[in-house]
């Protein structure tokens, strides 16, 4: 008997609670896991590799959460890496919370992963076939049929890292797996995985719905212009029309060309809002809204240009599920570097951009910059949602004209029910000054404290419970997802 069976053996005596398999031939990693799924009896069951490394309250944290909810399905932690002599911890993942459209860009679950055993009965054993990516396999199985999945934010297991993985043969099970985890979920679409590792899923359009684009403008035709050129030139997506609202412009060329446009293009139209004269960005778009006749509405600021052929399809093929209330955008500076990646809840007191200022190609924290996933809240600068669920919310709250508008409608739609996705896939320039101050007069100072104290009072509850998307153990001071400062 090999010095290692002997060790189990005596381990297996000396315990009640530990239970081997002993084979006479060599076994694949899935086969041995099934073989110890049969002989499994506890009420949850969780996977440790060989080389992973539990922390000594592992269990009692999870037990703890099981018992207080004892609705749970399946719940995950956070981790980390370990050196291979044990003695150095690095590369924490702060996870977020369950987060859909993240997991089917990559495996962010990962460990400590704890999943109810009746739940592990309905959806089968791990797959025999796949050799690096049966977990998973095995985790998308169990997302689908689960409806209480808890994340704790605690590194409680520590990964050796596999440094002969073999990235070729991962990347086809990748795609795979996640292709057959869309045909369960009867989602039509087809699966790329980039040489990071990190998945992009297209999903497919049975038709191409009427996207109707809202523009607020006044004055800046340079900039107008610029915008309309990039959604008629270089968007490959046709079926749109534009509604321009003019709101106060003074300058004889605006009017000028507004008329140009009337005269090429029989999808374009100008509607005047002149209510006020006092700046209230929500209430000109919810007036806009009222002269569109797409089932999606896109709100795009004036100052942006569409860089991608397929911007707009990549937003509508999203905003069409279901399960989604909204869709943003990866947003740049003139000079590439990231002026929007998604909105961070309590980022810089009430909300913030994520990864602002990173660079063109930055992969951010676990490449989350790179990857299509669910936040809180994405900007209106570029966000697309269905016409509907727009009127059914009531709009924007004209209450706040200029700050958080947007934030406050994403709650709202998380509110009812909805995702908001962020797909790095949809790229724009949005020439926002990166130096621009938030107010320049003390009137609009006083005007933001307004809004910041109303966002502040109407979502108490949520700013102090924290974003979902974004780890506790995550700084609040920097858009960077550095860690936090105790």
Not at 55 to 74: G, R, T
Not at 110 to 126: C, D, R, S, W
Not at 250 to 272: A, G
Not at 424 to 431: F, M, Q
């Amino acid at each position: 008997m090999k010095s290692k069976d002997v060790l189990l053996s005596k381990r297996v005596r000396s315990d009640q609670r530990i239970k081997v398999i002993f084979s006479k031939s060599s076994l694949s990693v899935t086969e041995n896991m099934n073989r110890a799924l049969k002989i499994s009896n506890g009420d949850f069951i969780t996977f440790v590799e060989a080389e992973g490394l539990l922390e000594k309250d592992a269990f009692y944290e999870c037990v703890k959460i099981i018992n207080q909810y004892p609705q749970i399905d399946m719940l995950y932690t956070d981790e980390d890496r370990i050196s291979v002599d044990g003695k150095r911890y690095f590369h924490p993942h702060f996870k977020s919370d369950f987060n859909l459209d993240l997991l089917r860009s990559t495996n962010y679950i990962g460990h400590l992963f704890v999943v109810k055993k009746e739940l592990q009965k309905e959806i089968g054993t791990f797959c025999e076939k796949l050799y690096y990516e049966y977990e998973y396999d095995f985790i998308l199985r169990c997302i689908e049929k689960s409806e209480h999945i808890w994340h704790i934010p605690k590194v409680l297991y520590h990964k050796r890292v596999n440094k002969n993985s073999n990235i070729g043969i991962q990347s086809k099970e990748k795609e795979k797996v996640i292709k057959e985890h869309l045909t369960r979920c009867e989602l039509k679409g087809f699966v790329h995985v980039h040489d990071s590792g990190i998945c992009k899923v297209n999903y497919q359009l049975e038709i191409e719905p009427l996207v109707s684009i809202l523009i607020p403008n006044k004055d800046h035709v340079d900039d107008l212009e610029r915008c309309i050129r990039s959604l008629f030139e270089i968007s490959e997506y046709s079926n749109f029309e534009v509604v321009i609202v003019e709101n106060g412009s003074t300058e004889k060329e605006t009017f000028q060309y507004y008329m140009s446009l009337l005269e090429r293009y029989k999808n374009v139209q100008i509607v005047t809002w002149n209510k006020s004269k006092e700046f209230n960005y929500s209430a000109i778009n919810n007036y806009g809204v009222n002269s569109t006749k797409g089932e999606y509405i896109l709100f795009l600021n004036n100052d942006t240009e569409v860089i991608n052929r397929n911007c707009i399809y990549e937003m509508i093929s999203h905003v069409v599920r279901s399960e989604v209330g909204a869709v943003g955008a990866r947003l740049y500076y003139p000079d590439g570097t990231i002026q929007h990646a998604g909105v961070i809840l309590g980022l810089g007191g009430i909300a913030g951009h994520a990864f602002c200022g990173k660079g063109h190609n930055a992969k951010g924290y676990f490449g989350r910059i790179q990857c299509t996933q669910n936040l809180t809240a994405v900007t209106a600068a570029c966000m697309m949602m269905p016409r509907t669920l727009f009127k059914e919310l009531g709009g924007f709250d004209e209450k706040l004209k200029v700050a958080f508008n947007d934030v406050d409608l994403c709650m709202r739609i998380r509110k009812a029910g909805k995702l908001i996705v962020y797909t790095p896939y949809a790229e724009l320039y949005h020439y926002e000054s990166k130096s621009r101050g938030i107010e320049d007069t003390d009137e609009k100072l006083e005007r933001f404290h307004g809004e910041v104290h109303y966002f502040e009072k109407k979502w108490k509850q949520e700013l102090e419970a924290g974003d979902p998307y974004y780890n506790p153990n995550l700084t609040l001071t920097k858009n960077d997802f550095s860690l936090r400062i105790v």
